[in-house]
């Protein structure tokens, strides 16, 4: 049974940036076939899909976000620990939201975290 949880700060100040790692047990990062997602949700909006790197870590982040987010979002990984992480700069209130990190399996997400509500303010 694959398990991920997410760490990181609940509160970030503007302009800082935010750091969210995905501990991964069950299973490896590494095994072919599968990717990493990071997903979000702001409050009182639907899920925002953001990127995912996959087992040959290659990344890969959504062509529907908006090039502002996008170019301050980078996914990595640590192989020796089995994690991978989300890095989001100069956040502001907008980045607010719940974080969630997966699995995807083919074209869907079949493992959640919990997810960790994050908060951007002063």
């Known amino acids: 049974q694959v398990q991920l949880q997410e760490s990181g700060p609940g509160l970030v100040k503007p302009s800082q940036t935010l750091s969210l790692t995905c501990t991964v047990s069950?299973?490896?990062?590494?095994?072919?076939?599968?990717?990493w997602s990071w997903i979000r949700q702001p409050p009182g909006k639907g899920l925002e899909w953001m990127g995912l790197?996959?087992?040959?870590?290659?990344?890969?982040?959504?062509?529907s976000l908006k090039t502002s987010l996008k170019s301050r979002t980078s996914i990595s990984r640590d192989t020796s620990k089995n994690q991978f992480s989300l890095q989001l700069s100069s956040v502001t209130p907008e980045d607010t939201a719940v974080y969630y990190c997966?699995?995807?399996?083919?074209?869907?997400?079949?493992?959640w975290g919990q997810g960790t509500q994050v908060t951007v303010s002063s």
């Open positions: 069950g299973g490896s990062i590494t095994t072919s076939g599968y990717a």
């Open positions: 790197i996959t087992a040959d870590g290659d990344t890969y982040y959504s062509p």
């Open positions: 997966a699995r995807r399996s083919w074209s869907s997400e079949d493992y």
